[in-house]
């Protein structure tokens, strides 16, 4: 795969640490269900609910 300069590798960017992202409390419009279910399983993508729910999923309580 070719891929352009400024093109972000998955792989690259879960080896330098990039994980349990969080987006929401909707998923933007251009994120599809494939590339959530992608980016949960490569990166922890989490989508925010409601702020209590969130703050002890972050906290671990």
Known sequence: MVRAEGDCDPAHAAGAG??????????????TPGLIATLDAGFGLRLISTPDQTLAETLGA
């Open 18 to 31: 990039v994980k349990d992202i969080r987006a929401g409390p909707t998923a933007p419009g251009f994120l």
